[in-house]
């Protein structure tokens, strides 16, 4: 062997020889040790790096129409509004041109909440709910009507949730507590959302 490599070690005499080398080769042990975990914590950042990009890819994708959806949104409630105008009575007076624009109102107005179903936008559902403060915006307290303290009453206008995330809260008047919204109106109500 040639004596000018770095990792030559000499032939041992005795003990202090012996002593020599297996110092050498605890060190040498130690150091494949060192290396091998600074190996698996790389692989392993490594992978948590693919995984955050994985689920930020995802996010983007799912979240990526949010502010377009918002914007959709307004024009969806305006849609409402004006079907919503229309009584059941002056529906049936309508004549048959009107009818038919109406019917093209409806059309729009559906095949737009279609899309946007499609697309992970998603009206919140508040057939007989009680209020939550994570999906409503109670804007009043209201007498019952017969449903029990907390209860949604009337929706003032839609909430929708994208994917898992509130786009936008629903605005709703909820049951007063006692049988007079004015006599206990809102002190035990969070109406933040």
């Given at each position: 062997m040639s004596e000018d490599r770095d990792d030559y070690i000499p032939e041992a005499d005795g003990a202090n020889g012996r002593d020599q080398v297996a110092d050498e080769a605890a060190r040498l042990v130690a150091e494949n040790a060192e290396l091998r975990?600074?190996?698996?914590?790389a692989l392993a950042d490594a992978e948590n790096l693919r995984k955050r990009g994985e689920r930020e890819r995802e996010e983007q994708?799912?979240?990526?129409?949010?502010s377009f959806a918002?914007?959709?949104?307004?024009?969806a409630d305006n849609f409402q509004r004006a079907l919503d105008s229309l009584s059941?009575?002056?529906?049936?007076?309508?004549?048959?041109?009107?009818?038919?624009v109406l019917e093209g109102v409806e059309a729009t107005e559906r095949q737009l909440m279609s899309t946007l179903e499609r697309h992970g936008v998603k009206r919140i559902d508040t057939t007989d709910a009680k209020f939550d403060p994570h999906l409503h915006q109670a804007i009043a307290e209201v007498p019952g009507e017969g449903?029990?303290?907390g209860?949604?009453?009337?929706?003032v206008q839609a909430g929708y949730v994208i994917a898992d995330r509130l786009l936008r809260p629903a605005?709703?008047?909820v049951a007063a507590r006692g049988s007079a919204a004015g006599s206990q109106?809102?002190?035990?109500?969070?109406?933040r959302a």
């Open positions: 975990d600074r190996a698996l914590r994708r799912l979240y990526a129409v949010t918002r914007d959709m949104l307004v024009i059941q009575d002056a529906r049936a007076n309508l004549p048959p041109q009107a009818k038919a449903k029990p303290p209860s949604i009453v009337n929706v605005m709703v008047t109106g809102g002190e035990n109500l969070d109406t």
